[in-house]
């Protein structure tokens, strides 16, 4: 079984940053596509960033360049830095990844619990 488990949400004021982990255990032969989304209720969740695992790391529109995306497979560790953040960016944030469990064709998606973001103005 694989779990993701964020954690680094919290409270900040406008243009503060904060620095999303996102952490990766169980039965994980290898790790593909990870990315991390947000959602605000009431809304759909939308992408913030995809890092495939070979290839370019793209981002949301909204992003800016304000937030970097990065990730450590030998760690199994997942990173969303967000700087200048604001207002809007107020949501609960979501790891997601494609991991293989075993040797062969045995990809699964999962996703973590999320972590609440707050943004005052």
């Known amino acids: 079984q694989v779990q993701l488990v964020e954690s680094g949400g919290g409270s900040v004021q406008a243009g503060g940053s904060l620095r999303l982990s996102c952490a990766a255990s169980g039965r994980i032969f290898d790790i593909r596509g990870v990315a991390w989304y947000r959602q605000v209720p009431g809304k759909e969740r939308e992408l913030v960033a995809n890092m495939p695992d070979t290839g370019v790391t793209t981002y949301g529109d909204f992003v800016e360049g304000r937030f970097t995306a990065t990730r450590d497979d030998a760690k199994r560790l997942f990173y969303l830095q967000m700087n200048n953040l604001k207002s809007e960016d107020t949501a609960v944030y979501f790891c997601?990844?494609?991991?293989?469990?075993?040797?062969?064709?045995?990809?699964?998606?999962?996703w973590g619990q999320g972590t609440q973001v707050t943004v005052s103005s």
């Open positions: 997601n990844a494609d991991i293989n469990v075993r040797n062969g064709p045995f990809t699964f998606n999962y």
